[in-house]
Protein backbone atom coordinates (compact mmCIF):
# COMPACT_ATOMS: atom_id res chain seq x y z
CA UNK A 1 0.00 0.00 0.00
CA UNK A 2 1.46 3.15 -1.03
CA UNK A 3 1.46 6.60 1.43
CA UNK A 4 -0.99 7.98 -0.78
CA UNK A 5 -3.49 4.77 0.00
CA UNK A 6 -2.90 4.82 3.73
CA UNK A 7 -3.34 8.54 4.65
CA UNK A 8 -6.88 8.65 2.33
CA UNK A 9 -7.98 5.48 4.34
CA UNK A 10 -7.07 6.36 7.40
CA UNK A 11 -9.00 9.94 6.32
CA UNK A 12 -11.92 7.65 5.61
CA UNK A 13 -11.63 5.25 9.09
CA UNK A 14 -11.72 8.36 10.50
CA UNK A 15 -15.00 10.38 8.49
CA UNK A 16 -16.81 7.55 9.06
CA UNK A 17 -15.99 7.09 12.50
CA UNK A 18 -17.16 11.14 12.84
CA UNK A 19 -14.26 12.34 14.21
CA UNK A 20 -14.48 15.19 11.63
CA UNK A 21 -18.12 16.35 11.64
CA UNK A 22 -17.69 20.12 12.80
CA UNK A 23 -20.54 19.19 15.85
CA UNK A 24 -18.12 16.19 16.87
CA UNK A 25 -16.91 16.31 20.75
CA UNK A 26 -14.31 13.55 20.35
CA UNK A 27 -10.44 14.92 19.23
CA UNK A 28 -9.49 14.24 15.82
CA UNK A 29 -6.49 12.07 15.71
CA UNK A 30 -2.96 12.39 14.19
CA UNK A 31 -2.96 11.74 10.39
CA UNK A 32 0.52 9.56 11.69
CA UNK A 33 0.56 6.49 10.47
CA UNK A 34 4.04 5.57 11.62
CA UNK A 35 6.03 6.54 8.27
CA UNK A 36 8.29 9.22 10.04
CA UNK A 37 10.56 10.40 7.24
CA UNK A 38 10.57 13.79 5.53
CA UNK A 39 11.17 14.06 1.98
CA UNK A 40 14.64 14.56 0.24
CA UNK A 41 13.56 18.64 0.12
CA UNK A 42 11.96 18.49 3.85
CA UNK A 43 8.98 19.52 2.44
CA UNK A 44 6.94 17.13 3.99
CA UNK A 45 6.45 13.97 5.81
CA UNK A 46 6.45 10.64 3.42
CA UNK A 47 3.79 9.08 5.53
CA UNK A 48 1.35 11.35 7.09
CA UNK A 49 1.93 14.39 4.31
CA UNK A 50 2.57 17.05 6.88
CA UNK A 51 4.87 20.06 6.88
CA UNK A 52 6.99 20.26 10.03
CA UNK A 53 5.01 23.40 10.75
CA UNK A 54 2.14 21.33 10.66
CA UNK A 55 3.92 18.41 12.86
CA UNK A 56 4.72 20.95 15.54
CA UNK A 57 1.77 23.15 15.52
CA UNK A 58 -0.55 19.47 15.97
CA UNK A 59 -0.07 19.52 19.62
CA UNK A 60 -2.15 22.73 20.18
CA UNK A 61 -4.07 22.81 17.90
CA UNK A 62 -7.70 23.38 18.45
CA UNK A 63 -10.25 20.97 16.43
CA UNK A 64 -10.75 23.45 13.41
CA UNK A 65 -7.03 23.53 12.85
CA UNK A 66 -6.47 19.43 13.17
CA UNK A 67 -9.56 19.78 10.04
CA UNK A 68 -7.59 21.84 8.09
CA UNK A 69 -4.18 20.56 8.22
CA UNK A 70 -5.67 16.91 7.27
CA UNK A 71 -7.66 19.64 4.21
CA UNK A 72 -4.25 20.49 3.35
CA UNK A 73 -2.23 17.22 3.55
CA UNK A 74 -4.90 15.06 1.84
CA UNK A 75 -4.49 17.82 -1.27
CA UNK A 76 -1.03 17.65 -0.95
CA UNK A 77 -0.84 13.84 -0.95
CA UNK A 78 -3.32 14.05 -4.10
CA UNK A 79 -6.10 11.82 -2.18
CA UNK A 80 -9.98 12.84 -1.67
CA UNK A 81 -11.15 15.35 1.24
CA UNK A 82 -14.30 13.28 3.02
CA UNK A 83 -17.43 15.32 3.09
CA UNK A 84 -16.88 16.35 6.59
CA UNK A 85 -13.77 18.05 5.89
CA UNK A 86 -14.38 19.59 2.77
CA UNK A 87 -16.87 21.68 4.23
Do not use: H, K
Amino acid sequence: MSATEAIAARAQLLSAAGYFDADSDEVIPSPCISVCRMTEDRSRCEGCFRTIDEIRAWAAADSTQRRAIWVQLLQRAGADVPEPLAR
